[in-house]
Each structure stands twice: as structure tokens, then as C-alpha cells.
């Protein structure tokens, strides 16, 4: 199955027609008013999925870089997924790379809820260290 077939057969099964990659090879998913994934394509049996954590002034990335460092470190440990930053829209991310040749709608499903779980612990983490992010709507 291509990762398009498996964002469509994923789509039906959430009830979003229509799911598929852009000419760019990516889509995104609004998952509620603060949380939003980027589905990004990486090669024909890879996807990149993206949760997006939110935004840090450039104080605040200087700030947790350590912390973060650490998280990545732990994250690791786990084979799991990893923190990275995107400096231009100054944007935390926490990235999962999959293999989606073998992949079902069902399977994405874990995947995408997995990431959102990750999402939701590193704020919470993050507001304990008194690091705050900016959700983005």
C-alpha cells in the first residue's frame, strides 16, 4: 500500500474524506483547537509524523535547550520519537519516523495517538520546569 492509499483508507476510517499528501508530500491534521499534526512524506514506505508541541521565544529556547537535550535522551533510550526544532516558525516538534509499507489505517491510528500522549507529557513536563509553551491554533 502507498502512504497515500494509507492516508485515504485512514481518512474513511476517521471519518475525513478526502485525507491524502499534498504535491509536497505532506498533509496536516487538526486534532483539536491546541494540537495539530504534520504528516510528512519521506520516501515510498516512510512517513514522518509530526506533533506539533508549539512555539518558544528565543529566550525560552536557549533557556530549556538542556532540558530538551535530556527529553531527547530519555525519548531514545525507548526507540521512540524525538524533540527538534524548527527555527524559522520557532516551532518544538516531536517527530516519529514510520514504516508505513506494512501499515493499516488502525496501525497509523496507534502511531497518531502515541505521538499526542508524547505531546501532551512533554508540556506538562515542560510547565514543571517552568518552560511554557504557545499553543498554536
Sequence with gaps: MTNQELLIQ????VGIRNLKLDQQGSCQLKINDSRNIIINEVSETTLLICGIIGT?????ATAAALELLSMNLLL???NGPYLCWQPQQKTLLICLRVDSGEMDAIALGENLSY???DVEQICHALKDKQIFVEEIV
Excluded at 10 to 13: E, L, R, T, V, Y
Design 76 to 78: 531514545a533510550r525507548v
Design 115 to 117: 505521538l499526542l500522549q
Design 56 to 60: 518558544l521565544t528565543d529566550g525560552q
Design 10 to 13: 485512514f481518512g474513511n476510517h
